[in-house]
């Protein structure tokens, strides 16, 4: 029994858009971090499918992705075209950008060797289509990626990961140490300019389009004006495929080179591009290891416990490379992770 699917399919059968759509056809066609769900349905006219989401409320808001995909087209970014819209009960019917992701095209489409050269063309795509959305850029349109939003995501780290899942207490010292690396850490992302930023701009999120509308993005609902280097975090280092850091650094120099072009307020130097990404890795990943935490014991979907190590291997590397957090490092390495 789904009475929620049910008004789904009655609100598909009360479209009149000429798509000649086939709600006996509808099925899942992607799983979800949040309480959204996707479906497929069949059509009549090209490309012969459309996408379907269903976000109810109070937990999710669908007006957010209706605006963002508007903004962030209209600078020159391939997201899915609105077709029709219910913003009262959360129902969406949506351009389909197909099943294959970066990530689908990298694991599965390419021998393990070749995959840095497949990759440096498909990530070529991905930041010139983030370039538009950077060049873009006004205050006043999207929210601020403020320094409590910052510390909140972060916060996730030793209430998800540090305590529910590796089942340690901080003591009054160890919190002062995190809470410094903390402080540390919103110091230097805030210290960056802004710019609009998709915030999980990764493999899972970029589509696989023909010629120039490829990538196609999604879940970029989240957007928000913040660090100009965060959603370069997302697309290097990358919660779900690893780099080589030699593979980082190339693609970020690419880009780099292109936004002083272009006139984006980026440093004089890349070391210090380098230091600023760095910094805003930090905090996606502590974000990330939280999040993924929260999903397995708070929402039942274990997927994202396999993919923790991954995302710990972007973290020790940086808290151990900048004496700032030495601390910081010490306290991950020798009481959390030992």
Known sequence: MDPRLDELR????????G?????????????????????????EAAPGSVVVMDAPAPTEDVRPFVKVARLFAEAGMSTPRVIAQDETRGFLLLEDFGEHTFLDALENFSAEAERPQVARGLYRDAWESLLRIQLASRNDVLPVYDARRLRDEMELWPT?????HKGKTLNASQR???????????EHCLAQPRVYVHRDFHSRNLMLLRGERNPGVLDFQDAVHGPITYDLVSLWRDAYIAWDEEIQIDGLIRWWEEAR??????????????????WMGLQRH????????RLHYRDGKSRYLKDLTRVLSHILPVVLRYQQLA???????????S
């Not at 502590?286 to 935490?293: S, T």
């Open 10 to 17: 009655q609100w598909l059968r009360d479209q009149t858009d």
């Open 19 to 43: 798509l000649g759509l086939k709600p006996e056809s509808l099925r899942p066609a992607s799983a979800d971090a949040s309480f959204r769900r996707y479906f497929r349905l069949d059509c």
């Open 160 to 164: 998800w990961y540090v305590a529910r």
């Open 176 to 186: 002062a140490i995190v809470e410094q690396a903390f402080s540390d850490i919103v």
């Open 261 to 278: 072009k272009l006139g984006l307020p980026v440093p004089a130097e890349f070391p210090d591009l380098w230091r600023d990404f760095e």
């Open 286 to 293: 502590l974000k990330v290891l939280g999040i993924f935490a």
């Open 327 to 337: 601390a910081f490092a010490d306290l991950i390495i020798e009481k959390i992770e």
